[in-house]
């Protein structure tokens, strides 16, 4: 028994997205191609957010946090997950699936409330226009968004350390193809009610949280839009919110497939599935997006590409 323990307690064995050896190759050529156009959007995004005096604005601060957090927990589990299946072989260290973990934990709460704090811009920018500025003041961004960075690292340490100072039963095989909660509280040979208490509490809180500040935001200004005169007007307050309206759909979405199914239908199978989404396909998206959906970026894009194209003539 001393083994096994010592065993699991030194590795994990990865069950990974899928056994059937011909599936491995497609697999990491698509999950390899979506990854690096992850990496090049949200990097793209964060660059050209930082350096365009145009896009000096709250909304695209708030884009350019978005941005690195979702390079953040894209690259928490796309390399290694990746790793795995070039290599065909699906361990992962004691300590490395503990950082992958916390890592991903604390991306994933900033991002809902990174989130949040873009709804409330959007409500201040259509609501408050003559005081948006002072309102969304250079101080008052930085504390919309230390406040969720510092929460969700102090969540995902206590998380991860009530997890990993728990007793492991021999059985160090996770049904996941990175490190999730979880699946990890299924190897737990100790009581699990404190974590997975603390894991439902805090899941339900964060997901509903923010989801009502983004609903609340949102009736606010769909009420504002409603009473202008101008039509202009209502689609221009209409196109602002668009692509930050889908980013949050998409997300939450997902979210809410995987943890408000019922309990009878509930598999690490469908859990796969939609952790592939939101690990690897919402972080390249959401670049995306915003790019094609927002007049700025396309036109700090243009811009860019029209000065390259004149240096290389």
Known sequence: MDKKNWTALNEFILTGITNLPDLQAPFFGLFLIIYVTSVLGNVGMII?????????????????HLA???LGYSTAVSPKMLANIATNQNTIAYNRCATQLAFFIMFIISELFILSAMAYDRYVAICNPLLYTVVMSPRV????????????TFLSLITTIKIFLSSFCGNNIIHHFYCDSLPLLTLIC?????VELIVLIFSAFNLVSSLLIVFVSYTLILTAILRMNSADGRHKAFSTCGSHLTVVVVLYGTLFFMYVQPRSSHSFDTDKLASVFYTLVIPMLNPMIYSLRNREVKGTLHRIWSNLCKLCL
């Open 48 to 64: 050209l957010t930082k350096v365009d005096n145009r896009l000096q604005t709250p909304m695209y601060f708030f884009l350019r």
């Open 190 to 194: 100790s009581g699990t009610r404190e």
């Open 68 to 70: 690195f957090i979702d």
């Open 141 to 152: 961004c930085w504390v919309l968004v230390t406040v969720p960075y510092l929460y969700s």
